[in-house]
Each structure stands twice: as structure tokens, then as C-alpha cells.
């Protein structure tokens, strides 16, 4: 599977997916960073999957990955748009190694991976309210996650939140999160990844009020006690 045959992409956009394609699969025999290590699952259920929120994302905007684990989405967005200022955060140290790794050597600009788990670092007044996305992917039920992701983003920002199918008892169970937090669903786009049965899901939530300081509770609490 040729990822340029399903997203329009520069010759020095190829090299730098199969550079990272190549340190993924290199690294993950040292730590375990995925458990999709075969190349056309690699471009279809990371690449692809990654790119497909690129429509919802300005390709001049301020961008914070959450639990970004081996680097999805926010590297793929990063090398679709060179422009775009992304903070990558995860919790494990390793991970974040590896991150720096590919950004290094795939000599991106206006990256940073960072070391800190969601609830912490969103106390900071550096990062709190200061990026106009916050995205994620199959990081948590969806009331969890808008507890993480929400307190990053400005007003008139936005969540995405990457999904798998049946997500309709999440989005039911997320409507006191979304109040507390200040933030409203602007829309969801159903779709299946090319040449799969592959569901997946993208919520767009809207941040329209600041989110009140005692969001997001201290670390393991919104896991444990969701909103």
C-alpha cells in the first residue's frame, strides 16, 4: 500500500513517511511502541488514519497532540503541513525519546515532544489555553478525554477527538463533560479508512467558554471518576 496513491503528497513528503515509517518499525524492536508493525498497516491504520483529520486543522494553526504515543496524528499532520506548531505530550519517557529521535532526524521544525502526563501539564500556565486544536487518538472514553483536552485549547478552538465505531453511548455520556468544560459539538464525520471495513469516527467539539481552573482534577482522577 503506497500512501501517495490515496493522499496528495510532495516528493519530500514521501521520504519523510517512509523515513518515519522506517524508525517506527526500527525502534518498536526495542520498545514496544505499536503492535501494527506489518508496512501496509502501518500507512493505512497510522498514516492514513492520522491524515484524515487534516481537512479540520489550518495548516497555520497552533496544534497540541494529547497521549500522542508513537507519534499519532501529530506527526503525520506535521509532515502534511510544514507550518503548522505542534506539541506532542505523552506520558511515558521512552516514548518521548523516540519522538525526538524522528523529529531529529527528519529534521522538523516547530515540533516538540514533551514529557508530562495531560492533568499536569495543563496547569501550566505555558500550555493552558494557549492552542487552537487539541486532538487525540483512542486515548480514553470520550468524557475523559474532553477532561484532558480541553483545558489546552482557546476559546473559539477546538477538540478532535479520534474514534473508533458505536460511539453513540459516549457522546451520551459526555454531555455533562462538554458543559462543565465549556466546550460544544460542532459535528461527527462517519467514515471506513480506503479498502477496509475499518470504522472510525471524528468529533469536532467547539470551545466556546474558558474552562474553569479546577479542571483538569489531579492525575487519574477524570480516568476513574469521568465528568
Not at 506539541?87 to 525519546?97: G, I, M, P, W
Not at 495531560?118 to 500556565?125: G, K, L, P, V
Not at 484532558?148 to 463533560?177: F, Q, R, T, W
Not at 461527527?188 to 477496509?196: A, G, M, Q, R, Y
Request: charged share 30%; hydrophobic share 40%.
Amino acid at each position: 500500500m503506497k500512501l501517495e496513491e490515496y493522499v496528495d503528497l510532495s516528493n519530500k513528503q514521501i521520504n519523510l513517511f517512509e523515513k518515519y515509517k522506517e524508525l517506527l518499525i526500527e525502534w518498536n524492536e526495542k520498545i514496544n511502541l505499536t503492535a501494527i508493525t506489518e508496512e501496509d498497516e502501518i500507512v493505512l491504520k497510522h498514516f492514513i488514519d492520522s491524515l484524515s483529520i487534516a481537512k479540520y486543522v489550518d495548516k497555520n494553526c497552533k496544534l497540541i497532540d494529547i497521549g500522542t504515543g508513537a507519534g499519532f496524528p501529530g506527526i503525520p499532520i506535521k509532515i502534511f503541513y510544514e507550518d503548522l506548531e505542534v506539541t506532542l505530550l505523552d506520558s511515558l519517557n521512552k516514548r518521548v525519546t523516540f519522538l525526538k529521535d524522528v523529529i531529529g532526524k527528519l529534521e522538523l521544525k516547530k515540533i516538540d515532544a514533551i514529557h508530562s502526563r495531560a492533568e499536569e501539564c495543563a496547569c501550566n500556565a505555558i500550555y493552558r489555553e494557549k492552542y487552537d486544536i487539541a486532538v487525540a487518538r483512542a486515548v480514553s472514553n470520550l468524557s475523559t478525554l474532553l477532561e484532558y483536552l480541553m483545558p489546552y485549547v482557546k476559546v473559539g478552538g477546538k477538540c478532535i477527538c479520534m474514534k473508533g465505531p458505536n460511539i453513540n453511548e459516549e457522546l451520551n455520556l459526555s454531555k455533562n463533560a462538554l458543559r462543565e468544560l465549556g466546550g460544544e459539538i460542532e459535528m461527527i464525520e462517519n467514515f471506513k479508512l480506503p479498502d477496509s471495513n475499518l470504522e472510525r469516527n471524528i468529533i469536532i467539539i467547539k470551545k466556546v467558554k474558558n474552562t474553569d481552573r479546577r479542571y483538569p482534577r489531579k492525575a487519574g482522577i477524570p480516568a476513574k471518576k469521568p465528568l
